[in-house]
């Protein structure tokens, strides 16, 4: 896909990871249209099209693909991440997890294929998808799915849009936290290097160029994917 002039939809996209890719598309001549939920002087600091949406909600998922207009590009890159164990994961938490992580972009790619015969999706997931990480269990089934979720979308979406995906290593301390002991946190990287979100960026602009990619992921972690749950 030649990038300059095709418009694009980043959720979660006014800060951190998310801004990260709306600059990187803006660089490439691509029209971004800025999601956001709470950070809305940012999304429109970034772009003159911003639109709020809870993606909780499956109706506010179907009406920001309508506001958004004619689309090329979906980035899924809205998240929640919680510290959840088993002993946390009430219905109503598990589910909030789940709407945010997996069926808002499931309902996105669904609205979006709705209205495009042409077009690239990238999903962001986490390197955990190949780990088990009980510690943020809601979570990671959440990206789990999502990784199955780009492998049957590719297969179903076949052969007009592309789905992609890239998962990404400790990139940035979770959004409020100071960043103490984020390292140690971490765990071992094989590479000994954190991705910053402008490596994850790259990425994702590889994906949406590779007209031969589909189903891909991408692990932009330093290698810790291969290490399982040995970090
Ligand atoms: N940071 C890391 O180290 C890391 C590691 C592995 C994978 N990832 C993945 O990479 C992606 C980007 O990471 P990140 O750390 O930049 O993400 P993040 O800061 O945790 O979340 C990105 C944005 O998602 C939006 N969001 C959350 N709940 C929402 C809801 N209910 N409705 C609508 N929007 C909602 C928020 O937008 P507003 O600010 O507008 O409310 C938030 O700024 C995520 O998919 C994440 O899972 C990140």
């Known amino acids: 896909m030649i990038l300059t002039g095709k418009r694009a939809l980043v959720t979660g996209g006014a800060v951190r990871v998310g801004k990260a890719i709306v600059e990187a598309l803006q660089a490439e001549g691509v029209e971004v249209v800025v999601h956001y939920r709470d950070s809305e002087a940012a999304a429109k600091a970034l772009s ?18 309508e506001r958004a207009g004619p689309l090329d590009i979906l980035i899924n ?6 510290k959840d164990r088993l002993a946390d994961a009430t219905p109503e938490r598990a589910l909030r997890e789940l709407n945010v992580n997996l069926l808002a972009p499931m309902e996105l790619m669904r609205q979006f294929a709705a209205r495009a015969q042409t077009g690239a999706v990238i999903n962001l997931l986490d390197r955990r998808v190949r780990a088990n990480d009980a510690a943020c269990l809601p979570y990671s089934i959440s990206k789990k799915g999502l990784e199955e ?6 297969l179903d979406l076949a052969p007009g849009i592309r789905v992609n995906a890239v998962a990404p290593g400790p990139i940035l301390p979770p959004p409020g936290s100071d960043g103490t002991g984020f390292a140690e946190m971490a765990g071992k990287v094989p590479l000994e290097l954190f991705p910053s979100p402008a490596d994850i960026a790259e990425a ?6 590779a007209d031969y990619c589909t189903g891909q992921v991408i692990y932009v972690d330093g290698g810790q994917h291969l290490l399982g749950n040995g970090v």
């Open 48 to 65: 003159p099209h911003a639109e709020r949406a809870d993606l909780e909600s499956m109706a506010e998922c179907a009406a920001l693909i």
């Open 77 to 82: 890159n809205a998240s929640l991440f919680t």
């Open 149 to 154: 979720l780009t492998k049957l979308a590719a």
């Open 204 to 209: 994702a602009l590889f994906l949406l160029k």
